[in-house]
């Protein structure tokens, strides 16, 4: 779990920094005593956990941590203060605890095992890797498919992020040397079959959906890189060096904007 703290005390970023080497799943990967520096760097790399303090010049940290939502909505907020006037303010916004200065040994490891147990039930079964060869994996596991064509329908449906992918442009992008007919539509329905069955393999509902004449997948209930990057202006958080889905020619448009808007950042 990547976790930033940002104090403009010293000490109390060194206290916090010491503890945080007891929790395995902690890595800290910054402390700021300036919270517009700490923004600029959540903007630019991945935080999952936030320790904030709330008295802090140039922006407080209730101020901080709305923006620092407004980039990962899930990120775990945790505040430290020594005043008890903003525990209100940091409930309307959600906050997942708050610690009062001056704290103990022991409000730092609570802290930080709630943040642990918390980023636990926040995260998805299901992970889907565009940038490289697309792949994807369950429970850390990487899932294999026995229909080649199940894998790459999957792969057209992520690219379309949620929206809906028809039976006709399914056949057009997989099966393009194929008439429309009977005979490839049944391979269509097969390729989907395929996706389901996989998914039912490991009892996880409430990722891929069909209906008559197109078949689509529901972002809320997955993690993927490609939707990351997508949610983060146009990728500002997510530098790949890898090509996106190379294995599928029909990605080539797709890569090639991705390609454009990485350049574009300079």
Not at 11 to 36: D, H, Y
Not at 227 to 234: D, I, Q, R, V
Request: aromatic share 12%; proline share 2%; glycine share 8%.
């Amino acid at each position: 779990m990547r976790t930033i703290v940002v104090d403009d005390e010293e000490l109390s970023m060194r206290q916090f920094e010491i503890e945080c080497a007891q929790v395995r799943e902690i890595e800290l990967v910054g402390r700021f005593t300036n919270p517009l520096e700490a923004l600029e760097y959540a903007r630019n790399n991945t935080v999952d956990f936030a320790l904030l303090d709330i008295e802090m010049p140039q922006m407080n940290g209730i101020e901080l941590a709305r923006k620092l939502r407004e980039i990962k909505r899930d990120m775990i907020i945790i505040f430290v203060s020594g005043y008890s006037d903003y525990v209100l303010d940091a409930l309307k916004m959600k906050s997942d605890y708050y610690v009062f200065k001056p704290y103990s040994r022991e409000d730092i490891m609570d802290a930080l095992n709630r943040a642990r147990l918390l980023a636990k039930g926040q995260a998805k079964r299901v992970f889907i890797r565009t940038f490289g060869r697309f792949d994807v994996f369950i429970d850390e596991k990487l899932v294999k498919f026995s229909n080649a064509k199940s894998k790459e329908l999957l792969a057209l449906c992520v690219d379309h992020m949620g929206g809906e992918v028809t039976m006709e442009e399914a056949v057009d992008k997989l099966w393009p040397d194929k008439d429309y007919d009977s005979r490839v539509k049944a391979l269509y329905r097969k390729a989907v079959i395929g996706i389901h069955g996989v998914f039912e393999e490991y009892g996880i509902e409430g990722v891929f959906y069909n209906r008559r004449g197109g078949c689509y997948v529901k972002g809320d209930d997955l993690e993927c890189d490609y939707f990351e990057y997508m949610k983060a202006s146009g990728g500002g958080r997510y530098h790949y060096e890898d090509e996106y889905m190379f294995d599928y020619s029909w990605a080539e448009e797709t890569n090639a904007r991705l390609s454009s808007g990485r350049t574009g950042r300079g």
